[in-house]
């Protein structure tokens, strides 16, 4: 069955430093998203991508945060300079868009869990 | 703002029903999800309401009522494996991102 697949699982890194996860998503979906997840706490959207830009985001979602889709396969999350509140576990989502049952669902990958130090 | 509430909390015993409870206020609906998520892991689908009603999938439903923005999932036949984290979660926009409660956890006890 296909997956969303997220590397690296594990990211630390300096207060200051840029990072940057990676996503692959289900090859046939057309909607992308990241959310995030501070431990202990809810899921939240950051940021939803179609058709090579973005569609929505949130307050979270200021500019030091990027998406890049870089080619056919790849999603990126990027974080300019990275700040101690920004350690949290970092999902990548995806989801068909295409008319039919279950093309609303969003699928998950398992995560970048970042931690700035 | 979007605001959905559950339950924090909930213990069951193994072979047991349960049933988690979802209120919601948010500012559009294009639909209600069910996610399971154990710890470390990520949110797994589980069901999609968008239609008032129950929708079943084996041991798991899931009800919506728009008008009164609740739903519940049931979990039957409860095993231990079912102990984790149940996300309720509403796209308020047609853009179907999603905004989640802060989850449920479920106990099951032998």
């Known amino acids: 069955e296909p997956e969303v697949t997220q590397t690296p699982s594990h990211q630390v890194t300096q207060m200051g430093q840029e990072v940057i996860l990676r996503c692959v998503p289900i090859s046939n979906h057309l909607y992308f998203y990241w959310y995030r997840q501070i431990l202990g706490q809810k899921v939240e959207f950051l940021v939803s991508?179609?058709?090579?830009?973005?569609?929505?985001k949130s307050e979270i979602f200021d500019d030091q945060f990027s998406v890049e889709r870089p080619d056919g396969s790849n999603f990126t999350l990027k974080i300019r300079s990275t700040k101690l509140e920004d350690s949290a576990m970092y999902f990548c989502a995806s989801r068909p868009g295409t008319s039919g049952v279950g093309t609303d669902t969003q699928y998950f990958g398992p995560g970048t869990r970042l931690t700035v130090l | 703002g979007q605001n959905i509430d559950q339950p924090t909390e909930m213990t069951a015993t193994e072979g047991a029903i349960v049933q988690i409870n979802c209120t919601y206020q948010?500012?559009?609906?294009?639909?209600l999800f069910w996610y399971q998520q154990h710890a470390g892991e990520a949110p797994t689908f589980l069901s999609y309401n968008v239609l008032d009603g129950l929708e079943e999938k084996g041991r798991f439903s899931s009800f919506l009522s728009r008008s009164k923005g609740y739903s519940y999932l049931l979990l039957k036949e409860l095993q231990m494996k079912d102990s984790a984290s149940y996300l309720c979660?509403?796209?308020?926009?047609?853009?179907?991102?999603?905004?989640f409660g802060a989850g449920t956890t479920v106990t099951v006890r032998a």
């Open positions: 991508f179609y058709n090579n830009e973005i569609s929505e």
């Open positions: 948010t500012s559009g609906f294009n639909g």
């Open positions: 979660a509403v796209s308020p926009s047609n853009d179907y991102k999603l905004s």
